[in-house]
């Protein structure tokens, strides 16, 4: 080689080298890029490499010294608009970020990074159809393999059974292809079958640990099923990496919240909002988190700025009357109701509309025509989420025939000994969230909120039955019946240990409030035999009717039809009969309006039961700022008015289906028929 060829092959080691060192070390990458710019002090790479060390080391302004200039004398160089438009984005200038990587798409229309990034940035100024838009083209760009096309085209369309059909196809010849793994969790994800979504991720990463997309599919993943504990150092990994993406600190303050560590998620909302407010889903995830904080007027601000931002977002006018105490005007009456007419709405969000114009009606009276709002919401939900109640009825007889006394009496005092759980069951809108607030304000118990660990052990132990149970109720309780005494105490354990996580004072005692947990209680008893139970119960047409006006986001199926809640109901009362005969005095009973015709009876027997000495403070619930996440959180912050309890009558004609479902339940409430 010549002495004038050496500076080149010098040269190009030396960027290889600056640019190995932008992932481990910036800082030395841009003195390394430095140190090449004074041999070649217009070098257009060496440019690239110094201006994306300095927006990886936080120097946001000094990047774009050295970028924008670049990018206007390399017009076509697609690296030198992408590294604009990610400092133009971290500088919180959104439109020209997004201008740069268009610039990028007609240089190399198919390139992922751009389409990636740009959605990210349209997400930033609330463009949420840009952004889908932008993240169809980014999934069909990132799939360049060809035998990859069709099942890409079909997620694109959201054909759902066509890219997965392609993808099994595809990942039976070719099982480590990461692209087809993360294209299927995706189908996965929106079908909600978040266990497979997350299984193929983690196979996914498996693979390829610096595969970032498919680690933010991840930890939405893990959020998404309540595993908020593992999905926050997902977030964080990818915090480290890209400190200032917006996805992924939104994702971050979701997670915080999940934990029950409101202030920080708050914060992390506040200053993402501050760089980016044009985002309408981030605001209304704000407005959630003030809610729960009891800041309603902020949370109400927080809603009307989501409206304000994008009008057709149905979820922000559900949350407004999801507070339970707000009242719509007739400005608001007139706005829910154009929504409703005007052209084409999604499903999620017309279903919201459904609901919230269902309750602005309720508030002025006018029951028939908001009975036919809650009913046309109901619907769309129940096509959107399917739900069986024979299957739940055939879980409760098999609970029963498995869970008798002599099973209990043969693992008597297996499982944790720990007494230090509180589980508040039943139904959803049954006044549990009144009895988590009472116990909450005495000295030794804390409130948590529907903590979904029961549920999700009982998941996981369905995932390891035999082949033979085909159903997951089945491979559940055949699961339990084989568990001996120390997988029982391993098991409770495991339980202590994660909710140990949503637990923040010193507090002995602590409230689960998953009224779903009522499935669960033979469970409970076998691995936490010293924790207490509530049954919080209702007049159950006021229950089932509450339910049913109430659209609930996830996880209570059985809520979207008259006739499925009062077939729910009715196996409830039949399980918890069961667990009266098996084992008696195990769970203590509070009725609803008993509570509110004799609250401190009520309480006083309440605190008997849980082993806790009476304090007055229980009487006055309302004066307890703890957060408080469910749909109750505005009405347990008042005193207990007697209103409500028969406010079901205005809505009785239209109850049949519910009435028919119950059957002799119905008529011997508070007691017991004497056949179910």
């Not at 150092?233 to 200032?244: G, N, T």
Request: charged share 20%; aromatic share 8%.
């Amino acid at each position: 080689m010549s002495n004038s060829e050496e500076p080149v092959g010098s040269l190009e080691v030396a960027l290889a080298h600056a640019t190995r060192l932008l992932g481990k070390d910036p800082q030395l990458a841009a003195e390394q890029a430095l140190e090449i710019l004074k041999s070649f002090p217009a070098h257009p790479r060496a440019r690239l490499i110094l201006g994306a060390a300095r927006r990886i080391s936080g120097q946001t302004h000094a990047a774009l010294e050295v970028l924008a200039p670049l990018a206007r004398q390399q017009p076509r160089l697609v690296a030198a608009q992408l590294e604009l438009g990610i400092a133009l984005g971290e500088a919180g200038r959104p439109v020209e970020a997004c201008a740069a990587f268009r610039r990028a798409l007609l240089l190399h229309a198919d390139s992922p990074d751009a389409w990636r990034l740009l959605a990210d940035q349209l997400d930033a100024q609330g463009d949420s159809h840009g952004a889908d838009d932008a993240r169809a083209h980014f999934l069909k760009a990132a799939t360049g393999d060809p035998r990859l096309a069709q099942a890409a085209s079909a997620l694109v369309k959201n054909d759902l059974p066509l890219a997965e059909a392609c993808l099994r196809t595809h990942l039976k010849a070719y099982p480590t292809d990461v692209a087809a793994l993360r294209m299927l969790a995706e189908v996965a994800a929106r079908l909600r079958r978040y266990q497979d979504a997350q299984q193929l991720l983690e196979r996914c990463l498996e693979l390829a640990p610096s595969f970032d997309a498919a680690r933010h599919n991840y930890a939405m993943v893990l959020n998404r099923q309540g595993k908020a504990d593992l999905a926050l150092p997902q977030v964080e990994r990818l915090l480290a990496r890209e400190p200032r993406n917006p996805g992924y600190r939104n994702l971050h303050a979701a997670v915080l919240a999940h934990l029950g560590d409101y202030g920080a998620s708050m914060r992390t909302y506040e200053s993402v909002l501050r760089e980016f407010p044009q985002q309408p889903k981030v605001w209304l995830s704000y407005g959630h988190a003030l809610k729960t904080a009891g800041q309603q007027a902020d949370s109400v601000a927080a809603y009307r700025r989501a409206i304000a931002l994008e009008a057709t977002l149905g979820e922000a006018w559900w949350s407004l009357a999801n507070l339970k105490t707000f009242h719509f005007s007739e400005g608001d009456v007139g706005a829910l109701r154009a929504a409703l007419a005007r052209g084409p709405l999604a499903d999620e969000d017309r279903l919201h509309f459904e609901f919230a114009l269902g309750t602005a009606l309720e508030e002025r009276g006018v029951y028939e025509e908001s009975f036919a709002h809650y009913a046309q919401g109901n619907a769309l939900r129940r096509a959107l989420q399917p739900y069986s109640a024979e299957v739940n009825s055939a879980f409760v007889r098999r609970s029963q025939a498995l869970f008798t006394g002599e099973f209990f009496a043969a693992r008597a005092a297996a499982g944790a000994q720990s007494a230090d759980p509180i589980f508040v069951v039943g139904l959803p809108r049954s006044g549990s969230t009144l009895i988590e607030q009472i116990l909450a304000s005495h000295s030794g118990v804390e409130g948590t909120m529907e903590l979904p660990d029961i549920p999700l052990i009982a998941r996981q132990i369905a995932q390891g039955g035999t082949d033979a149970d085909a159903d997951a109720d089945g491979a559940f309780l055949a699961s339990v019946a084989a568990l001996d005494r120390e997988q029982l105490r391993e098991l409770g354990e495991r339980y202590l240990a994660r909710t140990r996580l949503m637990r923040r004072s010193s507090a002995p005692f602590f409230v689960d409030k998953m009224p779903n947990n009522c499935l669960y209680v033979g469970f409970i008893q076998l691995i936490l035999p010293n924790a207490k139970i509530i049954d919080a119960r209702r007049h159950p047409l006021g229950c089932g009717f509450s339910c049913f006006k109430q659209h609930f986001a996830r996880g209570q199926n059985f809520t979207y039809a008259l006739g499925d809640l009062g077939h729910y109901y009715r196996d409830y009362v039949q399980l918890m009969a069961h667990f009266d005969a098996v084992l008696p005095g195990r769970v203590h009973r509070v009725f609803y309006e008993a509570v509110v015709t004799d609250t401190e009876a009520q309480v006083r027997a309440l605190l008997e039961h849980c082993g806790l000495p009476f304090e007055a403070q229980c009487l006055r619930f309302y004066e307890n700022e703890r957060a408080v996440r469910t749909a109750s959180s505005e009405q347990v912050r008042q005193p207990i008015f007697g209103d409500a309890l028969e406010h079901w009558r205005h809505y009785e004609p239209w109850l049949g289906p519910l009435k028919t479902a119950l059957g002799p339940v119905l008529d011997a409430y508070p007691h017991l028929p004497r056949s179910l």
